[in-house]
């Protein structure tokens, strides 16, 4: 045991995490090694087992590309592929009790604006506003000013000012949360606000935040007044749901301030730590109304799998102040990894085919489908200008590759692509024709369109929406604009390379 006690308890835990993921693996070659002897018989019971599976797929409510990442490798290695979906568990729901929580909804947000109220605004930003206030659940609100930072660094600031101000409660819902000097800040605030009485709840996604937490740290913050629950603790076993990630990022202030955000709770989100160069990212402060629906969206969180829930109306402001110069629509939203909730990939559909001047899209991951690169195609076709910025230094190498392999397509119909050269771009927004715009949590990828919690809020008429913008348009100095001759492949292996990255994309 001396030889583990130099390595740190994150790294001690990765250890044994992968030793016990090799011996599964290797228990289940063992058993397929077993059964040689009755070798034909167990082959065809296998290729049998691996056609019903693929058969099952086919039926189920998924994406194509993500069904067919399944079925080409269960059919290419009918004596595992079968068993090794049946094993993870693919066929199963996320672990997540979605009625429950629609339940919730539909009783907590009660919507207060109709269509009429939409209308002035346009009939594109109204169906827009319709399909996610009728559609998803997520009721539109005018009561509530709404400031955009476009950079860790400004929001940093201002974000443990609201924090300081809390007086009955303060939630935190973030996919990483990382020891350093942003956490230790955030966290000296929360000391002092435990010990008044206010109520902390804190969420962190349990592998989010596997290599920057103890595996007993919520332990650590119940001691001292922090309630904490980890999102499903990573469990050294396969199983395909620990995909199924808490990707969230928000933060909720006495029912009457709330932050969303690209940004997680790390030192590098701020530019205190450098990580692949300069670290971009954003986040939206609102205050009225609207925040309401990220107090709901946060406790039908916490709430799931547990016998003693909320008490909503407690969490709800009795006196809250009308917002000072409250412009046009906000709605805050959500999504889950359940294939009847496809929110984000809708909203983001819908933002495509109704921009009519242009659309500036950024994200660190451009993982697209057919549906979504047929949209962008056509819009930028059609005369709309459409640009998209992805980071020049990835966080993800094979991820990376994948985005580029993106790039032609899109640039053969004219979009312009554009990548952020100081470092990783983490933002992740959208806005078309200085009228609607959208920033939260969710990547143009798979894994936020179909594996994760996400949340966000859509713009409609606010000066955010001009500020969203402009952030777009200051960074693009700082950025190179991709040609074909970019992302040609270099050789037949490099071409190879990134179909078969492409194939298995959905899974990454």
Not at 41 to 51: E, G, H, K, Q, R
Not at 346 to 351: F, Q, Y
Not at 398 to 417: P, R, W
């Amino acid at each position: 045991m001396k030889l583990f006690s130099a390595f740190t308890p994150h790294h001690q835990r990765t250890f044994w995490v992968v030793l016990s993921i090799l011996l599964q693996i290797g228990l289940v070659l063992g058993v397929v090694h077993f059964f040689n002897q009755y070798f034909v018989f167990f082959y065809w019971v296998c290729v049998v087992v691996s056609v019903l599976v693929a058969l099952f797929i086919a039926t189920r409510r998924n994406k194509l590309a993500y069904k067919v990442a399944w079925i080409v490798p269960i059919l290419l290695v009918p004596v595992v592929g079968g068993l090794m979906y049946i094993f993870l568990g693919g066929g199963r729901k996320p672990q997540f009790r979605r009625k429950d929580a629609i339940k919730v909804y539909q009783q907590e947000l009660i919507p207060t604006l109709d269509n009429l109220d939409f209308l002035p605004y346009g009939p594109d930003a109204a169906q827009q506003a319709w399909y996610l206030q009728n559609s998803a659940l997520c009721p539109a609100y005018r009561n509530t000013e709404t400031r955009y930072f476009s950079t860790g660094e400004a929001f940093f600031p201002v974000f443990l000012e609201e924090l300081s101000k809390a007086r009955r409660y303060i939630f935190l819902e973030y996919f990483i949360i990382a020891e350093g000097s942003m956490w230790d800040e955030i966290l000296d605030i929360l000391k002092e606000k435990a010990t008044q009485g206010v109520e902390i709840r804190v969420i962190y996604d349990g592998i989010g935040s596997a290599n920057t937490l103890d595996a007993d740290y919520h332990e650590t913050l119940e001691a001292i007044g922090i309630h904490c629950r980890p999102f499903h603790p990573f469990l050294p076993i396969l199983s395909i749901h620990q995909n199924n990630r808490d990707h969230r990022k928000l933060c909720v202030i006495d029912g009457m301030t709330g932050f969303v955000s690209g940004l997680n709770i790390a030192d590098e989100y701020i530019a205190r730590k450098t990580r692949f160069g300069y670290w971009k990212d954003n986040a939206l402060l609102l205050r009225g109304e609207a925040v309401w629906s990220l107090t709901v969206c946060f406790l039908t969180m916490w709430d799931d799998g547990r016998k003693e829930k909320s008490d909503y109306p407690w969490f709800r402001p009795q006196d809250l102040p009308r917002a000072e110069d409250p412009k046009g629509l906000v709605i805050p939203y959500g999504d889950t990894p359940f294939p009847e909730d496809t929110v984000c990939e809708d909203l983001l559909l819908l933002m495509i085919t109704k921009a009519r001047n242009y659309l500036y899209l950024t994200t660190p991951y451009l993982i697209l489908d057919e549906t979504i690169t047929s949209a962008l195609r056509a819009a930028a076709r059609s005369g709309v200008d459409v640009r998209v910025m992805t980071p020049r230094i990835p966080d993800k190498k094979a991820v990376f590759a994948v985005t580029q392999s993106n790039y032609a397509s899109l640039l053969e119909a004219g979009v312009q692509i554009y990548e952020f050269t100081p470092g990783f771009l983490h933002s992740k927004t959208v806005v078309a024709d200085d009228l609607y715009a959208s920033v939260g949590s969710c990547n143009l990828d798979y894994r936020s369109f179909c594996l994760q919690f996400e949340n966000g809020v859509w713009l409609c008429g606010t000066d955010s929406v001009i500020s969203v913008r402009d952030d777009f348009l200051e960074t693009v100095p700082l950025c190179d604009e991709m040609t074909l001759e970019d992302c040609a492949p270099k050789n037949l292996l490099h071409r190879l390379k990134r179909s078969i990255l492409r194939l298995f994309s959905p899974l990454f």
